[in-house]
Each structure stands twice: as structure tokens, then as C-alpha cells.
């Protein structure tokens, strides 16, 4: 307790130290931006000011978020030493905002703000103005963000930071309306306000944002320091799982499914922990209700609106408990990660409505994420024009539907009952309304008026009941329907494509395409895993270092910009774990090779050698005054979580003592958190309770192309097994064990069962092995 109030005490610090920079107000607005209906709609209009267009310096960038604003009249600078060294030489404060290009809040405030020939004056006399995509620059991102949570106790995008010329942070927050209301300040006031501060005051700001770089270096290191002191006196909890679980299992949504309040976010990092836990404990009530929790949120997600049911994919999150509304933009790290979730549930289940889910999101990421070289693009915007001419985009523009032009494209009578008409089946089933099925909470800015967002609250069962049918044949007219809506659907203007190429979300792709080929045979997803990961190889592998992001010019060819950036910890976190799983689909040692050469590389770049566990930067970059440990299984997972599944998988399959000396000390980094709010840390808990468990090996030997190795790896890829690593015995191998199998073989089929470096008998049948696998192999 003592160490929670230091760091309350040190957060109250900080918030008392940024209210000398603000005017007498709040330091933030607050997330509920309903409060500032009277200044914009949510919508932005494409035509309403006509002005000079301006090209500034974000027109020499690639990122799509950056030439965004290239034509705004804010002389905009990209992160960099131009920016840094303008501010030091004319001492002005810099004003940083950083958003990425779907984002819907950004949108708004470059329209009222950025785009307004007034606020540019201003900003353009008093400060040097930075534009970072969050999504190229999370070392940035993160380093300010976790100010304006700690100062504020909230965040978002876009957000916006007052930094002193030594990029010290001195006040900040997310969306500024333009103007003052409610007894609380527009963005130009604050602008002004500052600007004035800075001109008669620059010494004590200067001195208070020193002060708060210290209280943050010291909050945010707080856990990490407890859990390096721990190390010379304790182990890891290995029951840490309970206390986990017992978290999850408080905030579950018994009815609609899902975790904690609305907004309901899909958090995969949960859902596959409960998967781990149901394997784990497959006997006992904590299993079986681990098994339902995430069985019935994939189940609810599956029928909400959050699910494309036109264009297949998932949006980003659900506004309401029932996963009806959701927020439309599309991220490609969610499909990634429910790819895997349902992959899963199907190979628990051998239910298909999971596999079906699964072929749906990899259909979306194959259509409409992929360049095509392999490389997967980024995401796709929530806005978009209603109609070719449309001046307004509009929220959920191009994924809703009203009734009457529901009617109007499916007119026709039903294949299977002709006295039925397919827009009556699909408006019942899909609950499409008159009046719109959009409740006025779920639409505070009325943008979803008389519109329709898609979404199963009924069964087919209860619709084939309802129109005396066979399931069977609902399925297939919802299926013809589909289609026609799909068809119409495709003549609506597209929404933005954010085709910025990310290592780290490429990744976690290539884990998604390899676990459904393995557990579907699907040869067609294999290969596309395969060729994601040459492109990754050709095109963000530059001179033995990996790159954050490529891009995508006019001409559709790869390119990148003239000082590429520098993965960070998740770049080589997740591409390795996407290495790892594409090796156990194809058994073809060189993307073992690769995926051991670049955990060499991340443990040089980020492992802390005195304190443990992995900075999400490296110390190549001066401009990143404070570097972090980022532990948080969030919409992705933390860096660190994946790292230690890596490392736990690479110890076994190099035999190499340094990833194997990392790891406890790794879990040790994070002991003060994983004991007070481990429900934050699924996968590291997931990762912790596998370690303690031990891995089961399984090496096969044999040709790859001989059948009868096909056969026998059947059993290990149909099922779930969290435990289990894969590996081919051969001349290849990294580790002395496997060598020597193969080389007992010399070439036989055969399928050796590994546990604590102990070996069973070979076996070389399926029925051998099974009998192995089912005993879990004490």
C-alpha cells in the first residue's frame, strides 16, 4: 500500500504542476464530446471553406495520416532535428499533435481547427508544429500519452502537447473544440494562453516541465523497480493465473458476452487466455466457465454489428453492451488477433460457425488489406462520402442500410418459398427497421438516422421457425442476399485506406494465415502467410536491421521515405512469433533461421541488462527522452508478453542458454503488476502459467513431401494444444536434440514426444501419437 500511495501522491504531483500552465479550467476535454455538439455534427465537409491550398512539409511524407494535413494552412513539421532545432533557435514552445488516419476525432478537429485560416495564424506565430502518425511513431505516442493519462486521467486522439524546445511536456490533452463554451477553453484560447505564459514565464515552465519528466520517470518505473528488487528473493507466482481469471470472470458480461462496460472492446489477449485456461484446467469449473466466456463473446460478436455481415471483417469496437453499434473502422491487428481467437474456438469445438468466421476475416484481409506483393495495409476509415456526391462524409456511410433500400435490392421472391419475399426474410432476420434499428443513445450526433446497422438478434433457427423453412434454406437465401447487397454495396464510395505497410501488425497477420491453414488445411492460407513473409523479408529487412513501416506510392510500387524508421519492440516481438508459427505450418527451417537471428537482434536493441525485461525503443534516437517498458495487453498485445512466449519456444528450439536465462527475469520485471492487476496482463499471464507448466516437443523426422509425414502431423494441427511446440529433426535443426533424431532416423517417418528434455519412444503411427498427445505426456 505504501508504494500505491507514492504513486498516487507522485500523479497528484504532476497534475498540480500542469494546472500552472493551463487556464483556470480542466488540463483535458473530457471523452463525452457531446458536450461540444453546438460546434460541430461529426461530420466533415469537403467544401465548406475555400481557401489557398498550402503544401507544407508533411507533402514530402509517406504516411497517409501526414498528407492528411499537408494541404492544411498550419506550417505542420514532421518529428525530426528540422522541427527541434527551429524551436531551440527562435525559443517557441512546440505544439504536438498526433493522431493516425481513421481516426474519426482527428478528422473533426482538423476541420474545425487545422484547416481554420485564424488558429493557423496562431499557431504558426507562437509555436513550431509537429504532426506524428501514432501508428509509424509509437515510441512518440507513447512517451506523451502516458503524460496526459498521468496528468489528466484520460487520453486519446488526436492528442495534443505543449512541449518546451527540449521536448519536455508542459500541458496537454486530446480533442480541443475551436472555440470557448461552458465555462471551458477552445483550442485557440488555450493557444494564445500559452504562447503568453511562455513569453513572460519561460523559466518556471521550463523548471516545472523538468519536474514532471522526473515524477513520470519515477511513476511509471515504480512497478518495474519493485519487481527487479523482488528478484533476489522470489520466484513468479505460478498461481497467478487464479487471481487472473477471477478478474476476468467479475467483468464478464454474462448476457451479452464480453468484458467491462460499453465501449466493449474485442480484447483477444482475453479471450485466448480463457482458452489456455480451459485447456489447462479442462476438469474443473474454472475451465469449463473459461470455455464459455469466450465461446459466447465470439458467438455475440459474430452476430453483432460490430461483424461486417456484407463485407466480412471486424470493426474496431461496439458502442453498446450489445455489440450492435459499433465504431466502423476497421484495424488490420483486429483481424489478425480474431482470426486466431476463432481458429481456436473451432479447433476446441470442431464447431463450424467458428471456421466460418475464420475464412470470412481472411476473405476481408485478402480483398481489401492486401498489397499485391503480401504485404497486409493498415486499416480502413469508420467515414465516408454517402454517395458519389455527397460533400459530407459520413460515420458507418458505407456499412449501413435503410430498410427501403434493403426492399428495393431484394425484391425478389425466395428460391426455397416463393410466396416469400428475400427482403422480408433478411429485414426480419437482420432486424432492418423503417425508421433505422439504431437506438438515439447509440447516435448522439444523429449520423445513423433511419439507418440500419446489420445484426443477428435472432437465430436462424428462430427465422427458419418464423417463416416455417428449413435452416439449410435460410442460410442459403441470407447467403443470395448477401451477395446483392455486397454487389450494391461495392458502387458506394470506398472509405480511406490507410495502405501504410506495419511490420509489427504484419506479424501478427502471418500468425493469423498460418494457424488457420494448419487447423483448416488450407493450403491457399500457407501460402499466403509465406508470401507475407518474403515481402517482409524484401521490402522492411533493410541491411540486417528491421524497418517499423513501407508504403505504398500512386503507382501502387513499395517505397519508403529517405530516413526509414526503425522497428521498435513490437516490429520484432510480433514478426517473430509470426516466424515461429509459419515454421510449425511448413516445417521449412529458414524462417526458424530468421526468427533466431532477430531475437539476437531485439535482445541486443531492447533488453535491459540490469533491470530486465524489453524497452518498447531502443537508445538509437535522442529525441525519445524517456524510454518504457510496456507490459499492457490492450488492443494489442505488450511487446514484452510476446516476447516471453519467443523466448519459451526458442529455448526449446535453438537450445540456447541466453533466451533461456531471460525469462524469469523477464517475468520478474513485471511482478508488482502481475500480482495487483494481472487481468491487464493476460498474455503475460498466459505466457507465465505456460512456463510453469512446461512445454510438450514434438519432432518429426522424414521428407517433407512424403504423405505419410503429412498424415502424422494431422493430429497435432487439429488440435489445441498451448503447450506444444513443433519442430522437423533434420540437418537443419537448430538445436543439438533435433540433429540428433534426425539423424537416428535417417530419414523415417516418426514422431518423437519431449517433455523436461526427456524423449518418449518414437511412434509412427497416428494412433501412436494420439495415445501420447491425449495423455499430455507426464
Known amino acids: 500500500m505504501l508504494g500505491l500511495r507514492n504513486v498516487k501522491s507522485r500523479v497528484h504531483r504532476l497534475w498540480n504542476i500542469t494546472q500552472t500552465a493551463f487556464p483556470k479550467t480542466q488540463l483535458t476535454i473530457p471523452p463525452n464530446y457531446n458536450y461540444y455538439k453546438r460546434f460541430q455534427s461529426s461530420t466533415v465537409n469537403l467544401t465548406s471553406r475555400s481557401m489557398e491550398k498550402i503544401k507544407n512539409r508533411l507533402a514530402q511524407e509517406r504516411s497517409p495520416y501526414l498528407l492528411q494535413h499537408a494541404e492544411n494552412p498550419v506550417q505542420w513539421y514532421p518529428w525530426g532535428d528540422e522541427a527541434f532545432e527551429k524551436a531551440r533557435s527562435e525559443k517557441k514552445l512546440i505544439f504536438l499533435s498526433v493522431g493516425y488516419s481513421t481516426c474519426h476525432w482527428c478528422h473533426v478537429m482538423e476541420h474545425e481547427s487545422f484547416e481554420n485560416q485564424d488558429v493557423a495564424a496562431v499557431m504558426n506565430e507562437h509555436y513550431v508544429n509537429i504532426k506524428v502518425d501514432r501508428e509509424e511513431r509509437p515510441d512518440v505516442d507513447q512517451l506523451y500519452m502516458t503524460f496526459v493519462q498521468a496528468a489528466s486521467g484520460q487520453g486519446g486522439w488526436p492528442m495534443s502537447v505543449f512541449l518546451t524546445p527540449d521536448l519536455k511536456p508542459i500541458g496537454g490533452g486530446t480533442y480541443y473544440p475551436p472555440e470557448d463554451a461552458y465555462g471551458r477553453p477552445g483550442f485557440k484560447t488555450i493557444l494564445l494562453h500559452m504562447a503568453k505564459r511562455w513569453k513572460s514565464d519561460s523559466n518556471s515552465m521550463l523548471e516545472n516541465s523538468s519536474k514532471m519528466i522526473k515524477i513520470l ?81 465470439l458467438q455475440k460478436m459474430t452476430m453483432g454489428g460490430i461483424h461486417d455481415h456484407i463485407g466480412q471483417g471486424f470493426a474496431r469496437y461496439s458502442t453498446d453492451e450489445k455489440w450492435h453499434v459499433p465504431h466502423f473502422e476497421k484495424m488490420l491487428y483486429d483481424q489478425a488477433q480474431l482470426a486466431v481467437s476463432y481458429t481456436t474456438a473451432y479447433q476446441i469445438t470442431k464447431h463450424e460457425q467458428y471456421s466460418d468466421v475464420v475464412h470470412d476475416i481472411l476473405q476481408y484481409v485478402s480483398r481489401d488489406l492486401s498489397h499485391k506483393l503480401g504485404g497486409f495495409y493498415s486499416a480502413e476509415d469508420a467515414d465516408s462520402l454517402p454517395t458519389a456526391d455527397s460533400t459530407k462524409k459520413r460515420e458507418g456511410a458505407f456499412c449501413t442500410w435503410t430498410q427501403k433500400e434493403v426492399k428495393t435490392l431484394l425484391d425478389q421472391p425466395l428460391n426455397s418459398k416463393p410466396d416469400i419475399k ?16 439504431v437506438r438515439p443513445d447509440s447516435d448522439p450526433h444523429g449520423e445513423l438516422l433511419d439507418q440500419n446497422v446489420l445484426i443477428e438478434f435472432r437465430s436462424k433457427e428462430n427465422t427458419a421457425k418464423k417463416f416455417q423453412m428449413t435452416v439449410e434454406n435460410v442460410e442459403k437465401e441470407l447467403k443470395i442476399a448477401k451477395s446483392i447487397l455486397f454487389e450494391a454495396r461495392k458502387k458506394r464510395p470506398r472509405p480511406h485506406l490507410d495502405n501504410k505497410i506495419i511490420t509489427s501488425w504484419n ?51 513499395i517505397v ?80 514484452n508478453s510476446i516476447s516471453a512466449f519467443n523466448l519459451l519456444r526458442l529455448s526449446i528450439l535453438t537450445e540456447k542458454s541466453e533466451y533461456r536465462s531471460k525469462i524469469d527475469p523477464l517475468f520478474l520485471t513485471f511482478a508488482g503488476r502481475l500480482s495487483s492487476n494481472s487481468s491487464a496482463l493476460t498474455a503475460l499471464v498466459s505466457a507465465l502459467t505456460l512456463h510453469y507448466d512446461s512445454i510438450t516437443s514434438v519432432y518429426v523426422t522424414g521428407s517433407l513431401d512424403n504423405p505419410e509425414l503429412e498424415a502424422l502431423l494431422s493430429p497435432i494441427r487439429q488440435r489445441y494444444m498451448p503447450n506444444l511446440v513443433l519442430a522437423l529433426a533434420d540437418d537443419n535443426s537448430l538445436s543439438e536434440i533435433a540433429k540428433g533424431l534426425g539423424v537416428a532416423e535417417n530419414g523415417k517417418v516418426a514422431a518423437y514426444v519431449c517433455k523436461n528434455n526427456t524423449c518418449n519412444l518414437p511412434v509412427r503411427s497416428t494412433e501412436e501419437l494420439i495415445a501420447l498427445l491425449d495423455g499430455r505426456v507426464n
Open 217 to 297: 520517470n519515477d511513476t511509471t518505473a515504480f512497478d518495474i523497480q519493485l519487481g527487479t528488487e523482488l528478484s533476489n528473493i522470489m520466484k513468479p507466482n505460478p498461481k497467478t493465473w487464479i487471481t487472473c481469471y477471477s478478474q476476468i470472470q467479475r467483468i464478464y458480461d454474462d448476457e451479452w458476452g464480453g468484458f467491462g462496460m460499453p465501449p466493449k472492446f474485442p480484447q483477444p489477449a482475453i479471450l485466448d487466455f480463457l482458452f489456455h485456461i480451459s485447456y489447462k484446467m479442462s476438469k474443473s469449473s474454472e475451465g469449463k466457465k473459461s470455455l464459455e466466456m469466450a465461446l459466447e463473446t
Open 560 to 639: 519508403n521515405i529517405e530516413n526509414p524508421i526503425s522497428g521498435f519492440l513490437n516490429d520484432y516481438a510480433f514478426l517473430i512469433r509470426g516466424l515461429l508459427d509459419l515454421y510449425e505450418c511448413t516445417l521449412e527451417s529458414k524462417w526458424l533461421k530468421w526468427a533466431d537471428e532477430l531475437q539476437e537482434q531485439q535482445d541486443e536493441l531492447f533488453w535491459d541488462k540490469e533491470k530486465f525485461g524489453y524497452y518498447s525503443s531502443s537508445d538509437k534516437d535522442p529525441s525519445i527522452i524517456l524510454r518504457f517498458k510496456s507490459d499492457h495487453d490492450g488492443a494489442e498485445p505488450s511487446g
Open 422 to 437: 428475400l427482403s422480408e426474410l433478411f429485414c426480419w432476420h437482420f432486424s432492418v427497421l423503417p425508421n433505422g434499428n
Open 507 to 557: 506479424g501478427l497477420m502471418i500468425t493469423a494465415y498460418a494457424k488457420a491453414a494448419s487447423a483448416l488445411n488450407v493450403e491457399e492460407y500457407k501460402q499466403r502467410a509465406i508470401k507475407a513473409a518474403e515481402f517482409l523479408k524484401t521490402h522492411a529487412w533493410n541491411n540486417s536491421v528491421l524497418l517499423r513501416s513501407c508504403y505504398v506510392n500512386d503507382n501502387g510500387d
